[in-house]
Structure formats: C-alpha cells, structure tokens
C-alpha cells in the first residue's frame, strides 16, 4: 500500500530517531510512503484554542494536500490524529463551516473533498494484513519485556467515535498497540488511570511546568505500582512528557524509579532489526537498556 | 306547532329538514376580542337549513346552555352548531345540553373559532372572522348532514388480569379480589414479591420488607378469587374493554405443586449456578426455591442448569430425595388463553447495569458493588447472614462510600431521577451505623431528595449518626491493590478536591422500566415516556389510567416510586377497574364503521388494514365489523373504494359537504388541514393555548384519525380549487389508533405521485406529524405552508381542478355503472 | 466577533447539575489551584458572567483531554465550551506569551518547531532527507484571510 506520512513538526526536528523508524518499518511491512509539504497540523491544544477556524483552514489545507496524491494519511501524533480526523467530520457536518474553508481554499486553487481516510500509525500496524507480516518478518522478539501503553487523550477520546478497541468493553481503550506489542512477543500489563492525560498541553499552552509534571508524576506512579518496565506510546508530545519528564522529576526525587519510554514506531522497527544507532535511541533521556534486556543488542 | 308533530320531528329528524340553530360564542373577549361575533352569527343566519343564528357571551354558562335547551323546544331546533371552544374542550358539555332537551346528542357540532383561529389570529380581526365564518360555513353543511346514532353497550367480564407479581401486582390483585371480582395474577418469575422481597429495610419505618410482604404474598396465593399463575408470561392480547383475549404461557417447572418445599432435594442437586435473587452473590442448585418465602412454596427445576435435558436424564438424584414424589421431567411448556374485562399492568423495574459507567470499576474491581448487592448482603436471610462484607477479602470494611444516581439524571444512561436511590442510601447507611457504629460513611451526591413524609426526619438522623454527605461525584473510582478503592473529586461545598480512599464503595444504581415490559406494552399498545415507563392517560387528572381503556397501571412500572406509592397506586388502579366491572357495561361511541353488503364487493383490502382485527369477511364474502371492537379510526372507511363502508358521525358526505362549504370563496388562498383528534388536533389547540400566532390561511377539518383521510377527499379538496392541503397526524409508532397513521402515510405518498404524474406540483400537498405537546410544530409547518402558498400560479390550480374534477366524474360514473350492474355481477372482485 | 464559534453555543449547558464529575475527572484541576471546569460552566453559562471568565489567565490550564465531557452525565460539550472560551479569551488579550509565540513562529515557517543546525546534522547522520519546508505563504495568507490578525500580527 503507499500512503502519504504526517509526521507533524515535532518529530523530523526534536525526534529524528521516530522518523528513522517510521521509514525503516514501512518497506519492511509492505507500505510505501510518500512525502508531502505538510504544514504543521496545526496542533489541537495550540491554534485551535486559539483561533477555531484558523486551526480549521490550515488543517483542511493539509488534508487537500493529501488528497490531491490521491492518497490516504498515516500520522505519527495523536494530536495530528485529532486535528485530521476532526477537520474532516466538521467540514463534512456542518455547513457554515465547510462553506468558510472552501472559500478559503479556492482562492488557494484548492477543493477539500473528504474522500481519503485518516489512519494513526497504531491502528494502521494493528491491521490483520500487516500485523501478520510483522509477525513473520520480526527478526527480535520483545518476550520478557513488561510493556504498557498510553495512547493520548486526543487520539482516543471521545470513545463514542473511537473505532480503535477496545480493548475491556468494561473500560473502553483502544487495543491497537497491544496487539502490536503482543505480535512482537512482549508482555502486555494494565495499569491504574491508564486513560489519564499526560498533561503536556498543561506546559506547552499555560507554560505551568511544574504542575504539568506532577500529572505525569502521577502516571509514573501508577506504572510503578504496575510493574512496568517499559511504556509505549503514539505521540511526541506525551513521549517528551514522560521522557523529559522522568529525569526532571527524578532529579528532584532520586529514589523515582524510571522506565524508557518508546514510541511504538521505535519498538516495531527495532522488532524488525534497526539497530540503536539507526533509530538513535540514545537520544532517550531514560535509558532504553530495559529494551537491551529483552533484546541484548542495545547497550 | 303540536306536541305529537314536533315528536314526530324529533324522532326521525333524519326525515325531516334539518332546522339548525347556531350559537357564537364570545367566550368573554377570548373569541369577541379578535372574531366580530355579530358578524359571524349574521352570516350564519343566511345559510340553507339555519333558522336560528344568535351570539353569546358564554354559551357554555348555565344561562347560555338554557338558551339552547329553550329554542330547541320552543324553535323546534333539530340540529345545533355551537361555534365556540375546541369541541376537546366542551364537546361532552353541549352533548349533554342536547340530551337533556330531549334531542341525539350525536346532532351537535362545533366550530373551533377559539384554539384554532381567535388565539392564533389575534393581530388579524379580518382575515380571522372571514375563516370563523369558513368554519361555521363548514360545521352547518355538517350538521346538514349529521343523523342521530345510538350508543351500544356491551357487556364487561367481572375478571381482570394483573400482569406483574411484585407489591403493586399483589396489592392490586388483593383488592380486587377482596371487591369481589376474580383475578388472574401473572408473574413470569417462579415465585411472586418482585424487587420489594429482595430488600432488607423499607424507609422511613425501618420495617423488615419480606415480613411486612410476605403475609400479603400469602394472601395472594390462598385468596379463593385470585387464581395465580406463576412461571407465566403473557404472549398475546387482544379484544377490547370488557373483553380481553390473554393467551399465557406457562413455563415448565418440573416440580408438580404438591411439593412441601422440605428442600431434600437441592441438598443433592450436584450443579451449582449464581442465583437471581441474591444477584448473583450466592447459588443455587439446578432444583431450586426461588428464596425462602416465595408463593407458591413449589421448588423448580432450571433445565439449563440441570444435567437432564428434555429428552436424556443422566442423573436422578433429586427424584430419589424427593418423598413425595413431585419432581416431574416429563413438564413441558404450555399455552393457555381466557378472557377478562379489565387489565392491571404492574411489571415493575430492573435495577441499571453499573457497567455501562466505566469510570466506577464495577464488575473490574472486586469491592465495588451495587445498592441491590448491598440488600442482599445486609439481609439477615442473604448469602452473608446479614453481615457487610467486602467481596475481595471477605473483612468487614471500616470505611464506605455511597455514590448517587449512578445510570439516572444522565442523557447517557437514563435521563429521568429514580426517586428512590436518595432514602434508600439514608437508610443503609443507618442501617450500616446500627450494626457497626465505628464504620466511617461518606455519601456522594448531587441533590438529596427527602420529599415525602418522614423522609427529612430519616435524613437528619443519618447525619446525626455521622454520615458524611458530600456534594461533588466522583470523577473515578481508582481500585488499589489492597482492594481499596481510591475516589477522586471535588467537594463542591468547601470549594476543594477530595481524594479519598474507602475499603468499599456502594454504587445507587438508577432503575428501569423491566424488560418484560416491552411485550405487554405491544399487545396493549401502550405509549412509553421518554424515559422508557408506561404513559397514563393525564398525568394530573387520570394518574393510573392508560389511554387504551380497560387497562390501569400499578407500581413501578409507571415509574420509579417506593413501596407506599406503588402501594397506592395499585389501590387507585384496582379501584378504577372495579368502576368499569361494577355497572357490568361500558358504552361504545357511536362512531363505529357499517358495511353496506350491497355494495361491499368483498375484495378485503378493509380488512388488511383494520388495527384491531374488528372487520373481517364472513361466509357470504361480504364485510362484517364487530361492532364492539371497532375503535372507530374510519381506515377502513377509508380503504374502501366502491363506497361500502360508512363511517357513523364522520361520513364520508359529511367530510366532502366541509369541503365544498369553505372552497365556497376564494378557495385559491386557502390550505386544508385535516387534523385527527388524539394528536394533531390537540397540537393545534396547544398552539391556540399558548397563543402561537401563525397563518389565517389554514381550515381544519377534524378526523378520528388521520387513517380515515381517503385520497378521495384530497382530490375533491384540488378539484375545487385549494390552493394546499396538510394531512397530519400522530407520530408514527403513537397512533391511538395502533398503526393506522402508516396507511395515511401510504395514501399520501400515492396522492404526491399522483400529483406529479398529472404535471402538477407536489409540494401542494403535505404530511406533518404533530403530537400533542407539539404546538410550535403545527405552526411552523403553516408558515411553511403559507410561503409556498403565495408563489402559486393560477395556471397550477386551474390544472388540477380540471385533473381532479375529471378524475372525480370518471369515478362517479364508475359507481353509477355499478350500481346498475345485475346484481350476481356485482360479487367479482374489481381489477 | 464574524467568524462566530456557534459549533459549540448550544442549549444542553443548561442541562448541567453542578453534579462536579467534570472538576472530578480533570488532570488540570488536579494540580492548578484556581482551575474549575464546573465552575466555569456555573459561572459563564448559568450565572452569565462571561467577562470575568474571561479575564482569567487559568483558562489555559486546559489541556483538551475531554475526560470531563466524556464523563459529564448529560453529555455536555465541556471540551467544547472551554475551547470556545479560549478562543474569546484570546480575542480580549488573555493569551499565554509561549502559545503566542509559538503561532508566530507557524505563520513564519509553517512549523510550531524551531529547526536547527543541531537536528539538520541529526537527521544527515540519521540517512533522513533534508526537512521540506512547507508553504507558509499559502499557510499565512490562510491564517489571515480566516481573520488571526484579530488576535495578532502576522
């Protein structure tokens, strides 16, 4: 399949490593992707809080960009997810606003029609297709590695239009990245408040950094209290979260016991042989060796 | 003129010539402030048949009523038009005026020149006493028409049928029997008692529940005039008040009724499942009492749990213990049917399903729990002994949380409040506090609801105990490894966060309507609220009636309510049904269908279409209505295309002579409406109530049901000339009469089809849906109506009074030829 | 106000029981003293003191996680007032420097993230093409034309 990647701005800029992975699984598992100009989404704790249709037009443009390869869209971001996916259910419900951004985007020469699917990367892997090739081209497993999840508020929320899970239907979170995690051998556990938001927005919009770690402190705790060695996420701003996070705070609390953190691009490349170096893992504020003790490549 | 001449008149008026009197009424300034009045009755005065046209202040006043009682005598008056009030308002007032001058009260017709013009035109004294005239234009061409009917009265059964075992039911059925009545109580679980026997304490009284009901069950079960029938479920009903067809069905229960309940044989039963009554935190053997008080005292057998199927027995153990000898395999389901005269539905709730609110844990972690699971646990009979424990690790807990409304006052879950779950709280947690005083209780809550008597009291007691109450629910509920469970939120009333961590937490489940509900409320055709209960035919006036007579509510099923509302209720409703019993009659309006067999072809297709079964074809092929079943809808009537079928009181000559009376003038600039009386009638007399103004353009003509609108009347309607027509009616799925409102929306969709295919613009004519309460509805739609009404063009209407007055002479001619056909001609059916 | 935010003006906001599940489920709340989703709901549609909400700088505090409307029995659109809030806050000059900036620094680049030489050499060690700049006239001609200049200069 080919498909156009969203990588959003955080990425190729702070976490490089990310898109290494990204482009060294995508062969492997059978996808093409194709580069496009994307703008940044924009993100939907930033502009859209802002200015509403602002956020709206640029994030419609991006979708035009898309749609003019014909392709559909894989994102890298749980917030590029949200921003893609409600754009494209606003322009397609409500009238008044659809009218407003396709003014906007004809003067640009552009027409939104809303006929390509939006996918988050997760999701896409967790696909019966490709989540067999992933399981038969792995050339490492992950058994023996105690792996959680945190997918970000923005990718899963509201659950009434989640189509990803779930994974309990007594506790509605999507299963993508587990049965990922599974196909790769690792241990799946569940843990306390496991739907609880990072807390990012909390520093990057109200600058209250302080605050915003004491919500992923919270998180930590539960992951501890778990037995978590390790924790996947979909996103570059809850991975900053707790990355970054876990040493600001273990700075504070040297007896914080840490764990890595990865985004699950990072854990299926490695899976299919990237070496560290290659996904440039030492770029890990919290030391990935966790990782190294499924899989003793990784020093 | 001579007395014998004059009774001469009045017995037969039908012969004579119809002498109307008509009445204007002023209603104050209701009607005189926007209708000139005067102008109305003069114009009234000119019509053909009218020798009596006056004004009123208030015609329904003693002295009005005494003016009409007078000309009737003394103007030798054969027929009245009261041009007032909507006759939904004083239709039965002037009835009875007409009775007692000696004169059918069936030759009375009003015009609504009140709900359905001077409230609704109030800023357009012309345009609305032109269309008060069109409106009593319309009921004297009417009246013309109007013949004397007799009402007949059928027998009732002195039986009646309560559906639903639980308190109200029992209670119910007790006084009905005890009035003197024979009950049949049908209960689909095993035993009776329903939710009431599965408490432990009843607020405020702190009473034992199962000892203050258990003696009442009793009583129900040996009462000589109540036959109970218990494993039973109702499949069908069908017939009409006085005379309801019941087919059950009896479950089997493998034990026959002479067993003693000694209980042998559960002892060796070797399977085991979670039992219904203890809500699963207990079992039960396959061979099982329901509990220990249950009527009727009989053991059963839960085949699905049971080793033996119906064709292969493996294990016997229970036959061996039983001494009697009453285990009994070889039962099988059976069907029964009977009739009664009256129908008590009591079918009670189920309690909401905690799952569905995520965020608590419930069923995720182990020492969350229900309201209903905490009854049971704090019964003294339940599968604790009375003692409180937490699942997870069987301790006592020290500390408790209750939550409140949990699945209740949320659109998510069910929007309605469940009236109960607030005292229920208080009293367990006084009952908590009673046993172990030491137990640190918080409650949860948005609003406290202590409304009824001794409820405040009980509540001030509670907090005297030392019960928390906070207002803030919980965000989550975050189970801990130790089994706690942790609650975060906010205390709203010291502006501050809590976060607070208690060994077991009770969730105040809501309560819904019982999923046995459903069936029965098809059979009877029932309406629901939104909140899915069943809905009584006023909420202030008729409280336990439902719209469908013969048939009463009781209890919970009605809505949420405690023990001495249902108790009363179930009172007021065996009470009521006992009315209908005691004169052993109930009249049938005179509005019923008549086949004429001559003209009946016998091609059926009335009887397809009939709700109630009440037409059908007998031997000679021709088309018979029970009389005492038909509602009166007049679909047949409508059906019907060689004109056999009379609808009485609403003629099809009636409703064409309403016609052709207001498309007498300036039929271009009118809209007909034809409105039936349950639904849309009534929405718009709320639109006149709440002084909706809309468009003077509109006349109403009153149907039954929207069923009796025959495209005929439509075509006639186009063929003199008007500019639009609405057909509206209840919602579909709220027909009072079943589904009647789907074969209007039929004839609707042939007559739009119709209109397009003789090139003329279908939008000319609409279909709206307007309940009761749905007065902006009605308006909305006739201002719709009236912008396109303008943008007509002349061309348009002259074409479709040349399509449809054509269309009509084709059809008169057709009958003609028909009726001069021989006679053995006449039987073929029609292509 | 031109461009009105009417996706999120609706009546269910009047359904609101002041039950507290929202405050009760926030991330925010939890750790900023002064943020209260119920009690800006209480104050900005039932009570209509809409200019004093305004003012207030711990609207921010909001990270749109919409555990709070997921949550709220009537399921209002907390998330969705609380956005529309921002955005008429922001209008009145109640904005956050670093989101500011940030807006900036996409109408400048197109991106919310500052390249630099350091991630260049990152990504050439990495084997990832040079970034590709977007368009950020087109970006920029769109944030104009859909009326941020109310809120900034572009």
């Not at chain 1, 938001?197 to 109200?206: F, T």
Request: with cysteine.
């Amino acid at each position: 399949m080919k498909i156009s990647i969203f990588t959003g701005c955080v990425i190729p800029i702070k976490y490089p490593g990310m898109e290494a992975a990204m482009r060294f699984l995508a062969p492997r598992l059978g996808i093409e992707l194709a580069d496009v100009k994307f703008g940044c989404c924009p993100a939907p704790i930033g502009l859209k809080a802002v200015h509403f249709d602002a956020w709206l037009a640029l994030a419609a443009r991006n979708l035009c960009l898309t749609e003019e390869k014909g392709l559909d869209v894989v994102t890298l971001c749980s917030g590029c997810t949200n921003t893609l996916r409600e754009t494209n259910h606003i322009l397609a419900q409500d009238e008044k606003k659809r009218l407003f951004v396709h003014d906007l985007l004809r003067r640009l020469g552009k027409e939104y029609q809303g006929s390509m699917k939006i996918f988050h990367l997760p999701e896409l892997l967790a696909q019966e297709e490709i989540l067999a090739r992933l399981k038969e081209r792995r050339v490492r497993s992950l058994a023996g590695l105690k792996v959680g999840t945190h997918y970000g508020c923005h990718y899963f929320r509201p659950t009434a239009s989640m189509t990803d899970g779930p994974r309990d239907p007594l506790f509605p979170l999507p299963d993508s990245m587990e049965l990922i995690l599974e196909a790769l051998g690792a241990q799946v556990v569940e843990y306390n408040r496991q739907d609880l938001c990072c807390g990012a927005a909390l520093s990057i919009n109200a600058g209250k950094s302080e605050e915003s770690l004491r919500i992923a402190l919270e998180k930590i705790g539960w992951m501890n209290e778990a037995g978590l060695e390790a924790l996947a996420v979909a996103c570059p701003a809850c991975f900053t979260q707790f990355d970054t996070g876990q040493l600001l705070l273990s700075r504070r609390e040297p007896a914080l016991r840490t764990l890595p953190v990865f985004h699950i691009a990072e854990l299926v490349a490695y899976a299919l042989g990237a070496e560290a170096e290659t996904l440039n893992l030492k770029s890990h504020k919290i030391s990935p060796t966790a990782l190294g003790a499924a899989a003793p490549t990784v020093g | 003129m001579s007395g014998d001449k004059q009774d001469l008149e009045r017995q037969e008026p039908s012969a004579a010539e119809p002498r109307i009197g008509v009445y204007v009424c002023h209603c104050g300034l209701n009607i005189g402030g926007t209708v000139d009045c005067e102008a109305v009755a003069l114009h009234a005065s000119k019509l053909e048949g009218v020798v009596l046209a006056e004004h009123q202040l208030y015609t329904c006043s003693e002295p009005g009523q005494e003016k009409i009682k007078r000309d009737i005598a003394e103007a030798g008056l054969n027929r009245v038009v009261v041009a007032a009030c909507s006759p939904r308002m004083h239709e039965p007032t002037f009835r009875k005026t007409l009775e007692a001058a000696g004169l059918n009260q069936y030759l009375l017709e009003m015009a609504n020149i009140r709900e359905h013009c001077s409230w609704v035109h109030l800023h357009e004294k012309e345009a609305a006493t032109e269309k008060a005239k069109d409106l009593v234009r319309m009921s004297v061409a009417r009246a013309r028409l109007l013949e004397p009917q007799e009402e007949a009265d059928i027998p009732v059964l002195q039986r009646a049928l309560v559906i639903g075992g639980g308190v109200a039911g029992i209670q119910a059925a007790l006084d009905l029997a005890d009035s003197g009545y024979e009950v049949i109580l049908v209960e689909k679980e095993p035993s009776i008692g329903g939710r009431m026997a599965q408490i432990d304490k009843t607020f405020p009284t702190m009473d034992c529940s199962i000892c203050i009901l258990a003696p009442k069950m009793a009583e129900a079960g040996r009462h000589p005039r109540i036959k109970l029938m218990s494993l039973t479920e109702v499949t069908r009903v069908s017939g009409y008040v006085g005379n309801f067809n019941v087919s059950v069905r009896h479950r089997a229960r493998y034990v026959a009724s002479d067993c003693s309940s000694c209980g042998e044989c559960a002892k060796v039963c070797p399977q085991h499942a979670p039992n219904e009554f203890d809500v699963g935190l207990a079992t039960r053997s396959a061979i099982y009492l329901p509990f220990a008080q249950a009527v009727p005292a009989t053991y059963l057998i839960d085949l699905n749990l049971c080793l033996n199927k119906s064709t292969v027995r493996v294990c016997e153990k229970c036959v061996a213990a039983c001494e009697r000898k009453c285990i009994r395999f070889d039962d099988r389901d059976s069907e029964e049917s009977f009739e009664v005269g009256t129908i008590v539905v009591a079918t009670g709730v189920d309690v909401f399903d905690a799952a569905e609110m995520p965020q608590y844990q419930y069923r995720r972690a182990a020492n969350v729990i229900t309201s209903l699971e905490f009854e049971r646990m704090i019964n003294a009979g339940g599968p604790t002994g009375g003692h409180l424990i937490r699942p997870s690790d069987q301790r006592g807990p020290r500390s408790v949380a209750f939550i409140q409304c949990v699945g209740s006052r949320s659109s998510r879950t069910n929007p309605y409040c469940s009236n109960v779950c607030c005292m229920n709280t208080i009293k367990d947690s006084l009952l908590i506090k009673e046993h172990w005083p030491e137990t640190e209780i918080t409650v949860f809550y948005i609003d406290i609801r202590a409304f009824g008597k001794g409820f405040e009291d009980l509540f001030q007691r509670a907090k005297q105990a030392g019960v928390r109450f906070i207002h803030g629910l919980p965000g989550e509920i975050i189970p801990l490894a130790n089994g706690n469970l942790r609650l975060l939120g906010e205390s709203t009333l010291l502006a501050k966060l809590y976060d607070l961590e208690v060994e077991l937490a009770i969730l105040s489940v809501g309560l819904k309507p019982s999923t046995g509900s459903e069936l029965v409320r098809r059979f009877l055709t029932l309406s629901l609220t939104s909140g899915g209960f069943f809905m009584v035919a006023h909420p202030k006036l008729r409280p336990v009636d439902t719209s469908t007579r013969g048939v009463f509510l009781a209890g919970c099923a009605e809505g949420p309510k405690d023990i001495k509302d249902s108790v009363t209720q179930a009172s007021a409703a065996a009470a009521r049904a006992g009315i209908i019993m005691r004169s052993g009659k109930v009249t049938v309006e005179a509005i019923t269908a008549r086949v004429d067999p001559e003209a009946c072809t016998g091609c059926g297709a009335c009887v397809k279409v009939c709700p109630y079964q009440a037409i059908h074809l007998n031997e000679a092929k021709k088309a018979e209505v029970i009389e005492a079943a038909c509602a009166g809808c007049g679909t047949c009537g409508a059906e019907c295309g060689f004109g056999a079928i009379t609808m009485r009181h609403f003629t099809d000559e009636q409703i064409l002579a309403q016609i052709d009376a207001f498309t007498e003038y300036e039929s271009d600039r009118k809209i007909l409406a034809f409105n039936c009386n349950w639904c849309s009638y009534a929405g718009a007399d709320f639109a006149g109530v709440s002084r909706m103004q809309y468009p003077t353009e509109v006349r109403i003509i009153r149907t039954m049901c929207s069923g009796r609108v025959a495209t005929r009347f439509v075509e006639r309607a186009f063929a003199r000339g008007v500019a639009m027509v609405l057909i509206s009616g209840c919602h579909i799925g709220d027909c009072h009469y079943i589904d009647a409102n789907t074969h209007t929306e039929r004839r609707y969709q042939r007559l739009r089809r119709l209109l397009e295919s003789g090139g003329m613009d279908p939008e000319r004519l609409q279909l709206v849906w307007v309940s009761a309460a749905e007065g902006q509805r009605f308006k909305e739609k006739i201002m719709a109506m009236r912008k396109k009404l303008v943008t007509i063009d002349p061309e348009e209407l002259k074409r479709s009074m040349r399509f449809f007055g054509d269309r009509e002479k084709e059809r008169e001619a057709k009958a003609r030829e028909r009726a001069a056909r021989p006679r053995a001609e006449k039987l073929a059916v029609e292509a | 106000m031109a461009k009105a935010l009417d996706l999120y003006d609706k009546e269910e906001f009047y359904r609101c029981l002041q039950c507290a599940v929202c405050t009760g489920s926030c991330p925010s709340a939890q750790v900023v003293q002064g943020f209260n989703p119920r009690e800006i709901i209480l104050r900005y549609m039932l009570y209509g003191e809409q200019e004093e909400v305004l003012r207030d700088e711990n609207l921010w505090a909001c990270t749109t996680c919409h555990a709070c409307q997921e949550r709220c029995p009537h399921e209002i659109t907390i998330t969705g007032l609380l956005t529309h809030i921002m955005n008429l806050a922001a209008r009145r000059g109640n904005l956050p420097r670093n989101l500011r900036e940030t807006i900036l620094l996409m109408a400048k680049t197109g991106w919310s993230v500052r390249a630099n030489p350091h991630s260049d050499k990152v990504r050439e060690q990495l084997g990832l093409k040079p970034l590709k700049r977007p368009n950020s006239e087109e970006i920029r001609m769109i944030l104009r034309e859909a009326g941020l200049g109310e809120i900034m200069e572009l």
